[in-house]
Nanobody
Framework: VQLQASGGGLVQAGGYLRLSCVHS????????VGWFRQAPGKDREFVMA????????RYVDSVKGRFTISKDNAKNTVYLKMNSLKPEDTAVYYC??????????????????WGQGTQVTVSS
């Protein structure tokens, strides 16, 4: 199993970015893919997750209405579209895969495979 995140960059507050997570080796019926972020000096924080089969999603309240998660199973890719970005969204963003049920998606301990991070910097 491999995951590779990309799409980060520097953007002004109010702007948008779309992150991509290309994955391989995941069984669609068994896995969900989640996005986490980690700012300097802070714990890794759950952002959003989506089940590869069926499309169930979960998100943290701080991104509600601003971020959306989607998937293209034909391209083995999960996207995180981030609108109305704020300076507090600045972090390294990671994608990861889990076989746990959706009730556990917010905890990084339930994710078995991680991609490398992609830096998102939002300037004020």
């Amino acid at each position: 199993v491999q995951l590779q995140a990309s799409g980060g960059g520097l953007v002004q507050a109010g702007g948008y970015l779309r992150l991509s997570c290309v994955h391989s080796g995941l069984t669609f019926g068994s896995y969900a893919v989640g996005w986490f972020r980690q700012a300097p000096g802070k714990d890794r924080e759950f952002v959003m997750a989506i089940r590869l089969s069926g499309g169930t999603t979960r998100y943290v309240d701080s991104v509600k209405g601003r971020f959306t998660i989607s998937k293209d199973n034909a391209k083995n890719t999960v996207y995180l579209k981030m609108n109305s970005l704020k300076p507090e969204d600045t972090a390294v963003y990671y994608c990861a895969a889990t076989r746990s049920n959706s009730g556990s998606w917010s905890s990084p301990v339930y994710y078995s495979h991680w991609g490398q991070g992609t830096q998102v910097t939002v300037s004020s």
